[in-house]
């Protein structure tokens, strides 16, 4: 009975150790940062995509308002925020896939193409709404082309 | 026997109820995006303390970044991240103190000290260390003063 116990203590304290571990991992702080950006970048599509497919009212200054963030977000340098090690075949909490990293120069390409569409929608989105949705196209293209070939599906 | 069983479901349908419940208030859009930028200010924060304290080599350059990226933060539009009823008395996932919405004025006025103190340090961090060292108590300060009056102690 007595090592029965300790064999079921130390199972707890494995299960334990491995929790704080995958926890950790979760918490790099290069993953917490590039959700960081992920998460912004969503918030600010949000109104801009509900105005584009009429889900919401448009709104001038909100639509300004939205795409200039995202015109701040898309200069953030980043070069810290993509160490080796911290691909989804490495740690948990990210669904960053290792061809990012065999592949800088096309991500950089492709992080390029969506600093284009978003100041074109810098330009457009105070305008009025029909300019707004001929931004929009290329933002989602843009996240989209990237999404496809470097992001791991989500589970 | 059967009602114990069924008291036993009941009671494990109400925890994931509740569970449930209180993963999405964390997940409050706008608190996830004001999460996401004292996320950002911290990850960007994090070099420019640990060379100021001396826990890292002076690099002017990463200094510049960490600096520049702050500076890029501190313009975003969060006049969308606030609504009514995203304090920590009416949901779980933010230590945001109901006093923000009772002081919207001091809480601008505690934003645009911080918002100075990090233009000052984009102009200092890439000059030398002891630049960098004398802008960062003004950021410091600002930091602690809108955290002392309108964040809940870590729990």
């Given at each position: 009975?007595?090592?029965?116990?300790?064999?079921?203590?130390s199972g707890t304290a494995i299960a334990l150790a491995l929790g704080v571990a995958i926890a950790h991992e979760a918490d790099?702080?290069?993953?917490?940062?590039r959700t960081s950006i992920m998460q912004l970048y969503a918030?600010?599509?949000?109104?801009?995509?509900?105005m584009a497919k009429?889900?919401?009212?448009?709104?001038?200054?909100?639509?300004s308002k939205a795409?200039?963030?995202?015109?701040?977000?898309?200069?953030?340098?980043?070069?810290?925020?993509w160490p080796q090690g911290t691909d989804a075949d490495s740690i948990s909490g990210t669904r960053a896939l290792p061809a990012i990293w065999q592949n800088f120069p096309d991500?950089?390409?492709?992080?390029?193409?969506?600093?284009?569409?978003?100041?074109?929608?810098?330009a457009a989105?105070?305008?009025?709404?029909?300019?707004?949705?001929g931004a929009m196209g290329a933002i989602g293209k843009a996240c989209g082309?990237?999404?496809?070939?470097?992001?791991?599906p989500d589970q």
């Open positions: 009975m007595r090592k029965r116990t300790l064999l079921a203590v790099h702080p290069a993953v917490k940062a918030n600010n599509l949000g109104p801009l995509g509900a009429g889900d919401m009212a448009y709104d001038a200054d909100a639509a795409a200039n963030n995202l015109a701040l977000l898309v200069q953030l340098d980043q070069s810290r925020l991500v950089a390409e492709k992080g390029q193409a969506l600093a284009q569409a978003v100041n074109a929608m810098q989105a105070g305008a009025d709404l029909e300019a707004l949705r082309d990237c999404h496809e070939t470097y992001r791991a």
